[in-house]
């Protein structure tokens, strides 16, 4: 009986043994599947959050039309220029005579001072420089140069078709510009883009008898007809344009300007 007993108790313990092993491969697999489970949604949740920032960054861009829309909607006053030669030709010339008209007076005056030294030379006689013939080489340099500083002056840059393909890729002369005028900026838009600035941003306006003149920087500006408005009127834009630059509006209105 003692054997049959101890037989029994190994097939007992075997049993046990195979159950616990089974339990324990059970336990593993579990944990096995509950690791793996938390993998997949910590990555879920990673792929989401990458989806989100990606999302975040994507800037919608609006339909043309609607961006037109927009501003014709927001603008108080809108202008619509065609561009030509000679309106850029008569920017330039007022740019130089009225804009930056220290640098034209500062041109004149030098050539006065240098043809005052030459004169002075010469009726000072031959003993200066050396003698007649030196006194008279330099004092016809100074006079030369003075009539040259004094072409200079009156000379003012001519539209370039050539140089404009250069630059903007384009004839400029043929372009349309769009001016809207809201309460707090302007906006400018043509072939090239659009361009945004707040009033306090501008140079100066200058306003002419035909035009408006509105300047970037002292060097570049943009040219706006005054009979060009398609929302607004020119008088009540000249009452809202003044207030907005203070003594940044400038008025300029000759006869010669057209």
Known sequence: MEELKTDANIKSNAKAKAVKKANSSSKNKTIAKTTKTKAQVKAKNKASKAKKENTNNIKVKLPADRIIKSLQKESLYINETQLNVKMIN??????????????FYSLLLCGLILIAFAINFLMEGSEFFFGLVANLAINGFLIALAIDLWIYAFKYQKYDKRESKKIYNDDISTFMNYYYFKDEKLVVKNKVGTTESDYDCLEAIYETKNFYYILINIDNGYIMKKDAFTKGDEKDFHNFIKEKMGKNYKKRCHKKNK
Do not use: L, S
């Not at 008569?90 to 220290?102: A, S, V």
């Open 90 to 103: 008569d920017f330039y010339k007022f740019h130089k005579r009225k804009i930056k008209r220290g640098d």
